[in-house]
């Protein structure tokens, strides 16, 4: 099992575009913080971003990619001085049909095209992935050869938004989907930072230890199997684990297979007892005490109401 594909997978990610349109007015968007994430594409143009607390916009050329993983507040416009208008309110008017930064009548001849969408998660999930979720991503598709295939899609996702056809729908959405994980992989890729869940996916030792926890059905793997497996001692697995994750092996364990049980109990028939060993409680008790402890409710409660 792949631990990214898991962590996605129990997450809910959910991705959406909202809208793909043409702006041929002086326009601006003034974006509030939220519990999940934003992207903007400049599929034609240019444009200025500017994130809260940060002193200086910036610019965004023709292909340039912005994403929010964490939903930050930020304004986005044609130029620095644009008015900024609540955003919730343009989205809705854009999607309803009511685009108010295009003049149909205008004799300007230059516009922006802005594609915009959403990734959704279920934040509530305590796991070091969200928590290490940067709050700010700028790829620019235009300085590197490698990030083609990249421009390809978003070529992809600009005809399916702007000139749709039937099933466009569902591949918007799958194409949003690959769209988030790229992201995530260039920005692990280019980024300076050496530490955080994002790296430790990357890393030669501990990734293969994280597939190995996600892949398991039965609470098979200990520290000292994932450390053996890692061709380490279990310090040294632990230190190099700990420092990459900021958890624990052993506390990332028992963790992600409470998360897995709670899933179970919520989208399974499966019974209490096999759940618990999943998770690897040989009883029912012993599991239910942990499960209280670990999300305030037994088990049997948060099935019933759910």
């Known amino acids: 099992m792949d631990a990214l594909a898991d962590i996605l997978k129990t997450i809910r990610l959910h991705t959406s575009t909202y809208f793909c349109s043409d ?7 003034d974006i509030a913080h939220r519990d999940n994430g934003l992207f903007h594409i400049i599929v034609e143009g240019e444009c200025w971003v500017k994130i809260q607390n940060r002193d200086n916009p910036i610019h965004m050329s023709m292909g340039d990619i912005v994403a929010f993983p964490t939903g930050g507040a930020h304004w986005i416009s044609n130029t620095p001085e644009s008015e900024k208008q609540a955003s919730d ?11 108010p930064f295009f003049d149909a009548n205008s004799s300007i001849t230059t516009k922006q095209t802005l594609l915009c969408g959403a990734f959704e998660y279920n934040s509530a999930i305590s796991h070091p992935f969200l928590r290490d979720l940067p709050c700010f991503i700028h790829i620019k598709t235009s300085e590197s050869q490698e990030l083609t295939w990249l421009k390809e899609l978003v070529k992809v996702l600009y005809r399916e938004s702007k000139f749709p056809s039937p099933g466009s729908s569902v591949i918007i959405d799958r194409l949003t989907e690959v769209l988030f994980i790229q992201i995530l992989r260039i920005y692990v890729k280019n980024s300076s930072i050496k530490h955080g869940y994002m790296s430790a996916l990357n890393d030669s030792k501990i990734g293969p230890a994280l597939n190995r926890i996600h892949g398991e059905t039965h609470a098979e793997w200990s520290v000292e199997k994932l450390a053996s497996e890692a061709a380490l001692s279990r310090s040294a697995f632990t230190e190099r684990f700990t420092r990459l994750v900021s958890e624990t ?15 179970k109990l919520k989208t399974t028939e ?4 096999k759940i618990a060993e999943s998770a690897g409680y040989s009883s029912e008790a012993a599991f239910s005490k942990a499960f209280k402890q670990f999300f305030d409710s037994t088990p049997g409660f948060y099935r019933k109401h759910q």
């Open 23 to 29: 702006f041929n007015t002086d326009w601006g968007m």
């Open 249 to 263: 092996p052993k506390t990332y364990l028992i963790n992600w297979r409470m998360q897995k049980a709670k899933s």
């Open 89 to 99: 309110k343009i989205v809705s008017q854009i999607i309803d049909g009511d685009n």
């Open 270 to 273: 499966l019974s209490m007892y």
